[in-house]
């Protein structure tokens, strides 16, 4: 067994011995810190990321949780990732993809990541939703670089499909049924954590991206590695479009990010209480 191996059983094991649940999750959302989206559910535990041996002990003492919730209606069993390890930390790509494999290693079958993000797209708005169906990897780097473990997953995972076909249109109908407006989006990684100029802004759009942010890119990596069915969401807080971009204060962006989760919360709700 390999190290890597190893360590996402350690804490697969961990989560296991406190888990409240009778029955097995088979959906995980992976979601920024202290988000508020987090009320669409009911928490039935909520355990510390520095709780959980070994690779989740992290260097900053981050203040993310490991949740054990429920949905309000169908009463499933779902577990809430709060908070990133962002590769701009200093955290090695492998170690931001543990924890999905250690959700893997749990029997999770779909993962939804929800991360914020700017828009290079001119058409698109502050507060929407991006729907992301493809993805630009501009951060030098990814989670397989080095030996491959191979009950993890395959050597050279299929790519043309990063974000599940069906789920992808199952989502988008839900959203046209509640006539709640989104933007069908490519999505552009990069390592950040200083803000974009803009000559980088025109260039992404130049390349095809509509939004850009700082995590989705390893995890979505990670969870096609591990044959994890994935969906991801872009919540926009600012607005990246070369000729026009300005700096915003973080309270400016808070408030644009209230105003993203305050309109996508019921989507949400739905999405998730659908997921087979």
């Not at 535990?45 to 054990?68: Q, V």
């Not at 779909?110 to 951060?139: C, Q, S, W």
């Not at 390349?207 to 591990?226: E, F, K």
Request: hydrophobic residues 35%.
């Amino acid at each position: 067994m390999t190290e890597q191996k190893k360590n996402i059983k350690l804490s697969a094991e961990y989560i296991q011995s406190v888990s409240p649940f009778k029955s097995n999750a088979k959906t995980a959302v992976f979601i920024y810190e202290n988000s508020n989206l987090i009320k669409e559910f009911n928490t039935v535990k909520k355990i510390k990321y520095s709780e959980i041996p070994p690779e989740f002990n992290t260097d900053d003492k981050s203040k993310g949780s490991f949740i054990f919730a429920q949905t309000k209606k169908e009463k499933k069993n779902i577990f809430i990732l709060n908070g990133f390890l962002n590769f701009y930390n200093g955290y090695k790509m492998r170690h931001l993809a543990h924890p999905v494999y250690v959700l893997k290693e749990l029997g999770i079958k779909n993962l939804i990541i929800i991360d914020e993000v700017g828009h290079l797209n001119p058409r698109f708005k502050i507060g929407g939703t991006a729907l992301i169906y493809d993805h630009i990897n501009l951060m030098g780097d990814n989670p397989l670089i080095g030996k491959n473990d191979y009950s993890i997953g395959t050597r050279f995972p299929d790519m043309s499909e990063p974000y599940d076909e069906k789920w992808f249109l199952k989502n988008s109908a839900i959203m046209r049924e509640k006539k709640y407006e989104f933007y069908q989006s490519v999505y552009i990684g990069v390592t950040g954590p200083e803000t974009e100029t803009e000559a980088e802004c025109r260039f992404y759009r130049e390349t095809g991206a509509d939004v850009l942010g700082y995590s989705l890119v390893p995890l979505n990596i990670a969870a096609v590695h591990a044959q994890i069915k994935c969906s991801a969401f872009g919540l926009i807080t600012r607005e990246l479009v070369a000729d026009r971009l300005t700096e915003i204060s973080e309270k400016e962006k808070s408030a644009n990010l209230t105003k993203a989760e305050k309109a996508f919360a019921p989507v949400l709700f739905e999405i998730v209480e659908s997921v087979g």
